[in-house]
């Protein structure tokens, strides 16, 4: 039977635990509106955006238009971008990306190859990817991997990043990039992606549709337009990517949190019953002591 200051102890730092978990629930649920509006508002039209971009990059006359961030190289030298969390406490949100991610090392061709070769480099954005790869023999940038530091995430910060990463692919310095990130469902769901940033992927059918949509009137000329357009779109893919990361992490560790306080809460009935046995169990043991002495003097008399 258990120690009854034991179990007073051990509800009463559960109790201390469920408070935190609680807390930190409330939080994370507040954190989650603002960014959950942030990628709601942007979606529609980064997607539209990155639509067109394709669409048009279709169409490009190389003698009119140097696509540079659409020129396909044999993937020897790759970069992924890995947008992790910076704190942990919010269930499997981490480790969605981070397991697939090194699944793929082993087993995807180029990832392995490069990998091999010495030709992979990760680029985090979160501290949780980076804390564990860099236990591992990975090549990784940290440059930008403070983000999600600062209290709000913001379009010129992550557009240095996305600059970084495009400036060296057109020098060559990569030939493949893609962006390993959590998409935002609801607070609830988080879905593992991983998207092509660069070279731009060619566009896709989509179901019951002929051909792709190439018919744009450009004005004042297709050149003049693109060599403002891809980069700007290119640059607000990249920012849906890191906002629905920031979503994702804040529904997550909502979502665990709220778990963690019903655990909690179990787990207090749980002891409560516990203590309450314990203490009839004495009370019990007392009385017949009582009775037991009672008859003893009762017999001696």
Partial sequence: MPNLKEVRNRIQSVRSTQQITKAMKMVAAAKLRRAQNQIIELRPYANKLNEVLKNVSATVNPDEFDNKYAEVREPKKVLAVLITSDKGLCGSFNSSIIRPFAKLVETDPVYSAAHKAGNLELLCIGKKAYEYFNRRDFTINTD???????????????????????????????????????????????????????????????????????????????????????????????????????????????????????????????????????????ITKEILEIVSGAEALEKSA
């Fill in 144 to 282: 930008y991997m403070g983000i999600f530091a600062s209290k709000f995430v913001s379009f010129d910060e992550v557009k240095v990043a996305a600059e970084f990463v495009m400036d060296a692919f057109v020098n060559k310095k990569y030939d493949h990039v893609d962006i390993f990130y959590n998409q935002f469902v609801n607070a609830a769901t988080q879905e593992m992606q991983r998207e092509q940033f660069l070279p731009i992927a060619e566009a896709t059918l989509v179901e019951g549709q002929e051909k792709v949509d190439t018919e744009y009137i450009f004005e004042p000329s297709q050149a003049e337009i693109l060599e403002v357009m891809i980069p700007k779109a290119l640059k607000t893919q990249f920012f849906k990517c890191v906002l629905d990361s920031n979503a994702s992490e804040h529904g997550a560790r909502m979502t665990a949190m709220d778990k963690a306080t019903e655990n909690a809460g179990d787990l207090l009935k749980e002891l409560k019953l516990s203590y309450n046995r314990a203490r009839q169990a004495n």
